[in-house]
């Protein structure tokens, strides 16, 4: 997901809309925006679709008024797929010092025992979201002011969570201890904003300050940005899927540019996979950096043998396989006058269940090609991500029940070969590749590591 909030700029849902819309690659199934004015109270607007064909719009973005609003866009991994509004963040909760909203990137691993809780102890949830427990744990909290009651709720929250919150005269971040999803400040005018990633200070205007550290709460008032560390500090463990897939490359994760890591991705796998081929081409778009890298490194020319269709979402977020099925043909075309003849290299993000990619290899055959080699810019996806990424479930994940060479078979492709661990790290800017002994990472999905362990999945019988 995506959660973008500003306080102390007039009419504050504008920038939020704008901020969303920058985000929408993280979620775009729905969307969502708070907003408070004096005199007028809290107001919400919570919509299933994009941004741009909802908060565009001056009839309902007149509905938003105030100096002081959060937002949030939706992407489905806990709840119920093809959500109900009610699943829509920010939510909303009234309390006894005012009324408060919520907007939350990543998944809570706890979700199912803390929900159990609060029901038998009287809550009344209105979601199947896992983020409505933080409101919850909230109104039980016995603190008198709303971030010392966020910070008794987290407490009590394992998994991945970075929060972005509103009072009537407070915007409030918070980043889990591990600072698994990022969240980062930035400065417009005389007020402040907090998103996920950069790229959506830069559509505002505004000024990157600098990230929300691992563990920290900031409480953003008219006085200026607080800063407490509420959570046991403990070693960062970001999520290193951040840099291959999820955020946009104009973004910088942790002073380094998401372009540059991947592009650096493909400078690697080049110098680890080299092959024979006369062409190499990205599966567009996360692919495109990467295989930019790996055509410099390895000499090759460089082309778009795979065209996208920009009006159609991605692959990985819609939410069943069915749609999944039918969208590749939708999203991607081949280029086939560059294509016949040619030795290829294609170069793609991750090999989930493989689907997509034995879709694209067979369009790349029937254009004629006379080979088709996979590189791809992640280790192989053994394990489900618990973290907020949706991945599939164990049994579906390719690399799960598959050896590399099963799965160039599977793929029926010439080669197929995945960036190490290492690899990627170096890529990422860890010189000496990764720390066994303390990974920097969050790599679970591709080393079974998990950094926060699953609660209420090893409570369903899932194995680490
Ligand atoms: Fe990111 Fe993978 Fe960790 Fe999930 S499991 S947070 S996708 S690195």
Redesign the pocket.
Known sequence: CGIFGVIGVTDAANFVALGLHALQHRGQEAGGIVSYAPGEGFNSARRFGYVRDNFTKQSLMETLPGALAIGHVRYSTAGSKGAAIRDVQPFFGEFSMGGAAIAHNGNITNAEALRRELIERGSIFQSSSDSECIIHLMARSLQRDIPSRMEDALRRVEG?FSVVAMTRTKLIGVRDALG?RPLVLGKIGDGWCLSSETCALDIIGAEYVREIEPGEMVVITDEGVESTRPFRSRKSRF????HVYFSRPDSIIGGRSVYETRRQIGVELAREAPVEADLVCPVPDSGTPAAIGYAHESGIPYGMGIIRNQYMGRTFIEPTEQIRNMGVRLKLNVNRALIKGKRVILVDDSVVRGTTSRKIKEMILDAGAAEVHFRIASPPTA?P?????D?PQREKLLAATMSEDEMCEHLGVDSLKFISLDGLYRAAGEAEGRNDKAPQ??????SGEYPVEPADMIEKGFKL
Not at 239 to 242: A, D, G, L, N, Y
């Open positions: 991945a698994v999520c290193i899927f951040e394990w991500c618990f973290y907020g990424v991945t990472y969050c790599d679970a999905c591709f």
